[in-house]
């Protein structure tokens, strides 16, 4: 089993900026893959950026050029630094982590952009 906690959620305004972390129950060197995803409402759930094991980074078309995903290994961590919000970034952001074939997901941080 793989704990993965959320932290960071809160109120940003429009063209700010804004973290958020994901610590897991792991070393980072254990899990192939992890990854953001958000959930806004009445919208299904969408990949924001992901990381592999290897290091490849990826991201979602709505959010390349804004957001930054990285990881803290020694921290047993990964970080989503986000910039240039919009209004459209609220949602419920899920961390994910891959682990033997199995995913792994936080219980998500609300994130709330006003305009």
């Known amino acids: 089993q793989v704990q993965v906690v959320e932290s960071g959620g809160g109120l940003v305004q429009a063209g700010g900026s804004h973290r958020l972390s994901c610590a897991v129950s792991?070393?980072?060197?254990?899990?192939?893959?992890m990854g953001w995803y958000r959930q806004a409402a009445g919208k299904q759930r969408e990949l924001v950026a992901g990381?592999?094991?290897?290091?490849?980074?990826y991201y979602g078309d709505s959010v390349k050029g804004r957001f930054v995903i990285s990881r803290e290994k020694d921290k047993n961590t990964v970080n989503l630094q986000m910039t240039l919000l919009k209004p459209e970034d609220t949602a419920v952001y899920y961390c994910?982590?891959?682990?033997?074939?199995?995913?792994?997901w936080g219980k998500g941080t609300l994130v709330t952009v006003s305009s």
């Open positions: 994910s982590a891959e682990y033997l074939g199995m995913d792994y």
């Open positions: 792991r070393s980072i060197y254990d899990i192939n893959d």
């Open positions: 990381i592999a094991k290897g290091g490849t980074t």
